[in-house]
């Protein structure tokens, strides 16, 4: 994939930290991108598998940031899990290891969430950025002693990256139990295809018309790659040279950070 093919594509669909900004700071190419890409007539979506915030709570950090944006710009890991429970497990009530954000967005999309792990009839995984020891003892009680509850994450990444480098995020998580338990849950967020899916739908676009920009190779590459999109890495968070190097997962493309996508479309007006 070159630039000629990166000109081509109509929606970009953007991972958040590491991506587009690191932390609590902005790249600096972000702005104009984002800018540059619906002044030309394309499109732009924000998936991102951090499941402690809400779409509202990234627009507004987003929009704090310097960047302006609605809730609707967003497509998380926590949005694609409500909608694989409502359709593969309705009327349940969730055991909801997150945040106090995580629960609320499931009780306003009609979720049943219960805080007592008695009356769990299901367990959902999120990045709980207020986990406790007793949250932790409750999920292993769960999974050592109800081995056929449903168990779900919302995504599997391992750290969530951060200016000093990066702190346990999900998947870390969901290792210490497996450990405890010997179980797995389901994956819904990247690398699966749900998210990505959703977002072509509503826009009308077509896989090969779509890139997937992030800089993570097990869950944004992947993810392109499963969804039949164009997968582009930049090397501006977790993913190094030599990581890349040993990976089975290849992208598509390969650009140093999304600013090179922006120098491409600024080419084609020269």
Partial sequence: MDREALRKLRLFLFDLDG?????ERLFPFTRSLLARLRESGRDYRFLTNNSSRSAADYAARLTKMGVPAVPEDFITS???????????????????CGTASLKAEFARAGISVTEDPDAAEGIVMGYDTELTYRKLTDLSRLLCQRPDLPYIATHPDLVCPTEFGSVPDCGSVCAMLE???????????????????????RCGVAPEQC?????RLYTDIKCGKNAGARSILVLSGETTPEMLAKSPVQPDLVLSDAGEILSALEDETS
Avoid: C, H, W
């Fill in 19 to 23: 991506t587009l900004y690191l932390g």
């Fill in 211 to 215: 890139g997937v920009v992030g800089d």
């Fill in 179 to 201: 450990t405890v338990s010997g179980r797995r849950p389901l994956v819904i967020g990247k690398p699966e295809a749900r998210m990505p899916r959703l977002a072509m739908a």
């Fill in 78 to 96: 926590a949005e694609a899990t409500m909608e694989y429970l409502r359709e593969a497990l309705p009327g349940r009530n969730f055991y909801v």
